[in-house]
Every structure is written in structure tokens, then in C-alpha cells.
Nanobody, 124 residues
């Protein structure tokens, strides 16, 4: 079993930055791809970013490319999402996810474990 716990969310003004963290426990962290997804009120959950087990392969949604950056520290069993130049439309609950495969993946169905989510609110 895997447990994922997100942290780092909060309220920030437009143009500001936040760094989300996701602590994983319960399995060998370094062999799994991980990702970030988000769900805004009234909308479906959407892909944000993904990273392979080595960290050398990353994907970012077009809506966040150039502003957000996914990374991981396998020694600390932790996944990160650095979010810069935040916009009101980035407001959502952000979820981290872990998949039973080493490659990065962009679809929800590729992931086996999910965190409880952390709220990010960007004010205009």
C-alpha cells in the first residue's frame, strides 16, 4: 500500500509562487512515475505535470508550461511542484498521484494511488 500526503497549498495573489510537496510512504519510491493533477470547482480533474522515476523525463500541461516545474527527490521520497506566475485560473485542489510503472504518464487512468489533495487559491 502507498500513502501520499500533499502540502504547501494556500492563498496567494496573482503573480505569486507556491511550492507543493507530496510525501510518499509504504513502497519503494524511486521506481515509480508520479504526477500532479488538479480539479477546479465545477470542472473535471485535469493533468498538470508528470515525471518518470529517474526524474529525467517530465511533461507539463500547455496551460502551465513555462510557469510550473515538477521535480522529485527519491532520497526523501518526495515529489514537488514549483508554481510561479500564478493566475486566478490556477485555483484548484491539487492532487499528487503514483503509478506502478517507471515512465511518466499524463492520464488519470495510468495512476494507482492518489493523495487527498491540497487547496491552491489565487486571488486577482
Amino acid at each position: 500500500q502507498v500513502q501520499l500526503v500533499e502540502s504547501g497549498g494556500g492563498l496567494v495573489q496573482a503573480g505569486g509562487s507556491l511550492r507543493l510537496s507530496c510525501a510518499a510512504s509504504g513502497r519503494t519510491f524511486g521506481r515509480y512515475g508520479m504526477g500532479w493533477f488538479r480539479q477546479a470547482p465545477g470542472k473535471e480533474r485535469e493533468f498538470v505535470a508528470a515525471i518518470g522515476w529517474s526524474g529525467s523525463t517530465t511533461y507539463h500541461a500547455d496551460s502551465v508550461k513555462g510557469r510550473f516545474s515538477i521535480s522529485r527527490d527519491n532520497a526523501k521520497n518526495t515529489l514537488y511542484l514549483q508554481m510561479n506566475s500564478l493566475k486566478p485560473e490556477d485555483t484548484a485542489v491539487y492532487y499528487c498521484a503514483l503509478r506502478g510503472g517507471i515512465a511518466a504518464a499524463t492520464t488519470e487512468s495510468s495512476y494507482d494511488y492518489w493523495g487527498q489533495g491540497t487547496q491552491v487559491t489565487v486571488s486577482a
